[in-house]
């Protein structure tokens, strides 16, 4: 189970990057549980996760800046085929998500960026693909050196020049 101290960089695979502001105790069903309270960058807003279930839902620290090397090379690489059914591909994408490899997001966008190039891509997919693509953006921004907009037109980018290849 991750540990995370007060004050932490963290990031949430569904509402992005935050700062740990505490811990807190609720008492439910005679029962203590405890919950990160992350103070959201994006929205924000505040999100409780139970301190146990940390790592079921990807809650991760900021990757190391040396991780990009091996996402552009993920980039560059041919796309992977998907599941043809959207339901299983979703779920694939979202279990993807939850593992918080930085690699594997890659994998999913550039697979997904793949399907849409192809025609392939269902609205769903197209609404997958960009929050994937936002996620990641994120993801590299919480790394340091580079903001949000700047990450996403490296990502756009290196989608460009992998499909005109």
Same mark, same amino acid.
């Given at each position: 189970?991750?540990?995370?101290?007060?004050?932490?960089?963290?990031?949430?695979?569904?509402?992005?990057?935050?700062?740990?502001?505490?811990?807190?105790?609720?008492?439910?069903?005679?029962?203590?549980?405890?919950?990160?309270?992350?103070?959201?960058?994006?929205?924000?807003?505040?999100?409780?996760?139970?301190?146990?279930?940390?790592?079921?839902?990807?809650?991760?620290?900021?990757?190391?800046?040396? *991780?990009?090397?091996?996402?552009? /090379?993920? %980039? @560059?690489?041919?796309?992977? !085929?998907?599941?043809?059914?959207?339901?299983? =591909? $979703?779920?694939?994408?979202?279990?993807?998500?939850?593992?918080?490899?930085?690699? *594997?997001?890659?994998?999913?966008? /550039?697979? %997904? @960026?793949?399907?849409?190039? !192809?025609?392939?891509?269902?609205?769903?997919? =197209? $609404?997958?693909?960009?929050?994937?693509?936002?996620?990641?953006?994120?993801?590299?921004?919480?790394?340091?050196?580079?903001?949000?907009?700047?990450?996403?037109?490296?990502?756009?980018?290196?989608?460009?020049?992998?499909?005109?290849?």
């Amino acid at each position: 189970m991750a540990d995370f101290e007060i004050g932490a960089s963290v990031l949430h695979p569904r509402y992005g990057p935050g700062t740990l502001t505490s811990v807190k105790k609720v008492r439910e069903d005679d029962e203590v549980k405890e919950y990160y309270v992350i103070q959201l960058t994006r929205t924000k807003g505040r999100l409780l996760t139970p301190v146990q279930m940390a790592d079921e839902v990807g809650l991760h620290s900021p990757r190391r800046k040396r *991780d990009r090397a091996d996402l552009w /090379r993920v %980039l @560059a690489r041919d796309p992977n !085929e998907m599941p043809s059914d959207f339901r299983k =591909r $979703r779920k694939e994408i979202k279990t993807t998500f939850r593992s918080g490899s930085l690699t *594997d997001m890659g994998r999913v966008v /550039r697979d %997904l @960026a793949w399907r849409q190039v !192809e025609g392939e891509a269902t609205t769903g997919d =197209r $609404r997958l693909l960009k929050r994937a693509k936002d996620l990641l953006a994120e993801e590299l921004a919480a790394m340091g050196s580079m903001k949000k907009s700047e990450a996403a037109e490296r990502v756009e980018s290196a989608l460009e020049e992998r499909f005109q290849a």
